[in-house]
Structures are given as C-alpha cells and as structure tokens.
C-alpha cells in the first residue's frame, strides 16, 4: 500500500525504514516523466568492487560526489560502505530534484510538490491518489478521476503556493535518514552547469543513472562529462558511470592516471558503459599533467 506524503514527512524512525522509503519514493513521478525510484542498497555489488579496486590501488577517499541520487538511500549505502572499508569520506549527494512542498489544498487534501509547485501526490482523505496515469486508467476509469484531480486539486495546490500566504510547508524530497548524518550532504545540482566549489575537490564520483544516450543527445553528455570530469580531484582520482538495465548495472569504472594526462578504464561491469568511449574522450585539465 502507497504511503501518503503527510503520513511519510510525519512519521516516526519506525515508519521511516528503507522499505517505507523505498515504497514512498518508487511512486513519484517527476516532471521530466523520470521516477523517483530506487531500492536501497541495489548497487551494492558495485560499491564493493570499487572499494576493492581502491583498496588494490592502495588508495585513499575523503571526499565523493554522488550524482543524481534520487531518493538518496543508495548515497547512504554508499557512504557506509566506504566507512566500513576504513575510508571516512564526506560525501555530497546531489539531484536537480531535491526541494519540495507539502501543500494544504483544502480541508483533508495535501499535495506534494516539486519546487516548482508541480504535483507528485495527492493526500485525499488519508488515500493516495497519483497525478500521473497508467493504461489500465482508460479500462477502469481513473482517467477521468486523474484529470479532475488535476485540473481541481492541482491547480489549486499551485495558487496557494504562488500567493505564498501558508498552507504549504517545505520538504526535502530525499530519504529523512539523510539529515540525521553528518558524513552525507545533499545539494541541488545541475550536471550542465558548472558548479566552480566542486571542482579538483572529488577523489571518487558516482554518476548512476543519469548520464545515458536515452534521457541525453551526444552533445549534452559531453557537456556533462566536462563538468564531472573537472571535478575530479586530479591524478588518481575515480568515477563510475553505470545505468541499470534489465536487471543488470551496465558500467565502467574509470581512473585518472598517475600524470594526469588520460583516463583509463580499470573495470567494467556487464561489458562497460554505453558511453565509455565519450568519457575516454573528455579532455581533463592541462593543470593535472606532471
């Protein structure tokens, strides 16, 4: 049973497990048709496997970056995992999705939006009612009863929120364990902008299911790549570009070598990343050389 965002935001450590989270944020469906979907400790083998290669390496993390995190929790994995391999990284998570608002739209209705007033979940009546449809919606009905939720309660949640005169209450759109943590920081972030604090500042990056020729064109990942390549720390630092498909997590791990000039492909999980060749092509710093 889908838990309302009311119920979710209030609840007690107990309701706020990875199931209940899990469960919370497979539901929310982003403006950009992408869902916040995650399982809580799905990379798992990937974590471990590259920790083993910088162990094997004799390498060092203290600072990662985490790229696209969705909900967060598998960032939170993440971080135990490097902690439990003796390496006590600060790690900053990062999405263009993080902000929100729980938005009172009448008596017994709550909305729960993106930023930009944009509508995730409906609250009515304690019952979760989703903006977004499915097939089986023209079968059953729902359409009819998504369109009027839409055009009544949607609306209405962004009026409140545009004459900004209460009603609403912001939320971080990420799993509640992660403000309980000092080791883990979440910031909204846009790969395509270049954010000039986080470059040569990360000694190992994770971008998972983001950088993939089905949400970008070759030229907007090269854009991209620019930018996350950049903020490597230097020589010896690492990323991983991985996308889950069919089951399987389909990825390369790179590294920076030890003089800087080019960036070698230590291992790959599933065959290698659809885009590996692009990363092996994305100029690194001329400051890195040695």
């Not at 993440?78 to 999405?95: C, E």
């Not at 089986?136 to 409140?160: E, L, P, Q, S």
Request: glycine fraction near 8%; include cysteine.
């Amino acid at each position: 049973m889908s838990l309302t965002a009311t119920r979710f935001f209030q609840s007690s450590d107990a309701l706020a497990s990875p199931d209940a989270e899990d469960r919370f944020f497979t539901d929310l469906r982003t403006r950009n048709a992408t869902f916040k979907r995650t399982g809580s400790d799905r990379f798992r083998d990937l974590d471990e496997a590259c920790v083993q290669c910088f162990q094997a390496a004799d390498a060092s993390i203290s600072q990662v970056l985490d790229v696209g995190i969705s909900s967060g929790t598998t960032t939170l994995a993440l971080s135990d995992r490097l902690q439990q391999a003796g390496h006590p990284a600060k790690v900053v998570g990062t999405d263009l999705s993080v902000d929100g608002h729980l938005v009172k739209a009448f008596p017994g209705v709550r909305v729960l939006t993106d930023e930009a007033g944009y509508p995730l979940q409906y609250d009515v009546m304690g019952v979760v009612l989703r903006p977004w449809g499915r097939r089986a919606d023209y079968a059953t009905g729902m359409v009819f009863v998504r369109a009027a939720a839409n055009a009544w309660i949607g609306r209405r949640a962004t009026r409140v929120l545009r004459q900004g005169k209460g009603g609403s209450a912001p939320v971080q759109l990420v799993s509640p364990r992660v403000s309980r943590r000092t080791d883990v920081h979440v910031e909204k972030n846009d790969i395509f902008s270049d954010t000039a604090q986080y470059r040569d500042r990360f000694d190992f990056i994770r971008a998972a299911n983001i950088l993939n020729r089905g949400y970008f064109e070759e030229s907007q990942l090269r854009k991209a790549l620019a930018n996350i390549v950049g903020y490597l720390s230097g020589p010896g630092a690492w990323l991983l570009v991985v996308r889950s498909t069919q089951g399987r997590h389909v990825g390369t791990l790179f590294r920076v070598s030890d003089d800087g000039k080019y960036m070698n492909a230590v291992d790959r999980f599933c065959g290698g990343s659809e885009i590996e060749w692009l990363v092996l092509e994305t100029p690194l710093p001329a400051k890195w050389a040695r």
